[in-house]
């Protein structure tokens, strides 16, 4: 019987000692194929972040095909622009035709508002579309279809324009919304049209020895501030035609009577004699706004002052109340 027992044990044990050997060849197993399967993981992670680099790398230094077909519109556009013109290839801190006779400016103007009449300050400010013509054959370029180019401000600053600003002006600006409101174009033959949307509050001595049945004269004038009538000539552009004003230009205190154009010379004694240009427009104030605004309600004070004198003058507090 102990034999039995032994024999028995000894087969147990062999039975445990097989199904050990077999738990350790399977993780053995499981082990290889973890590896192998990480292994191909990262073996495919490597060649999709080689991809990806690749596809960020600049495509001209890789010779693509597909790229050199297609260039960039944009870049031939601009840098072709600029070689057409010339910008590099001369200095434009120069007026053109430089110690040759004095260039011509033109200048029109579209009044688009008279925003409004101070006479406490005695200035007015209008918004207005000012626009410059001249001739600089530095710009020229070669053209079959004789088609202007247009450009907006960031071209103003490689090339010459004219230094017009607003005498007796007190503040100004050019409008920038949505972005700077500055419009240039230029055709074959180096004429050159400069355009810029300004608002500008300007001095204007006003009399009021007639007041309120005054009529007040403004002016709003421009002048180069720089160039002297030897190098810069202004004028009016179309005579007639350089100064027009919308349609909805309106004031609540005034009538505008007139709108018109002027050109002077003004003398300085230390820099000599500058073309100056003149928008000069009449206002009549507007009675019946100032006989509802201030004359009407005064007199029904004064009127409604006088009935306390109809008051009995015992009723103290009703004339109190009544005369404060």
């Known amino acids: 019987m102990f034999k039995s027992e032994v024999i028995r044990t000894a087969r147990f044990n062999r039975t445990v000692a097989g199904i050990t050997s077999i738990v350790q060849v399977m993780s053995y197993f499981l082990k290889t194929i973890l590896i192998l399967f990480c292994l191909t993981i990262a073996a495919e992670s490597r060649k999709h972040r080689k991809k990806r680099w690749a596809s960020q790398v600049d495509p001209r230094k890789q010779g693509s095909p597909i790229i050199r077909r297609i260039p960039d519109s944009t870049k031939t556009r601009a840098s072709s622009s600029e070689h057409l013109l010339r910008v590099g290839?001369?200095?434009?801190?120069?007026?053109?035709?430089f110690g040759g006779p004095a260039i011509p400016v033109g200048v029109d103007v579209m009044v688009e508002s008279l925003d409004s009449i101070s006479e406490v300050n005695m200035d007015f400010t209008m918004t207005l579309y000012l626009r410059n013509y001249w001739k600089d054959e530095r710009l020229s370029f070669p053209s079959t279809t004789n088609k202007s180019m247009t450009f907006d401000g960031r071209l103003v600053k490689k090339i010459w324009a004219p230094d017009v600003f607003f005498v007796h002006s007190k503040r100004s600006f050019i409008h920038d919304t949505t972005t700077d409101n500055i419009m240039l174009?230029?055709?074959?033959?180096?004429?050159?049209?400069?355009s810029i949307r300004v608002t500008v509050t300007a001095m204007c001595n006003m009399d009021f020895s007639c007041f309120p049945l005054d009529t007040q004269t403004c002016s709003l004038e421009i002048e180069s501030y720089a160039y002297t009538e030897d190098d810069l000539m202004l004028y009016w552009k179309g005579d007639r035609d350089a100064l027009k004003t919308d349609e909805k230009v309106s004031l609540s205190q005034f009538l505008i009577q007139r709108f018109h154009t002027t050109s002077k010379l003004a003398f300085y004694s230390s820099t000599g004699w500058y073309n100056r240009l003149y928008i000069n427009f009449t206002l009549r104030r507007h009675i019946f706004f100032f006989l509802l605004q201030t004359y009407f309600p005064a007199t029904l004070m004064v009127m409604l002052s006088w009935v306390s004198f109809w008051i009995d003058r015992q009723a103290v507090p009703a004339r109190v109340s009544l005369g404060s």
């Open 89 to 97: 290839d001369h200095d434009f801190t120069m007026r053109p035709a």
């Open 185 to 194: 174009r230029i055709f074959p033959d180096g004429n050159v049209l400069y």
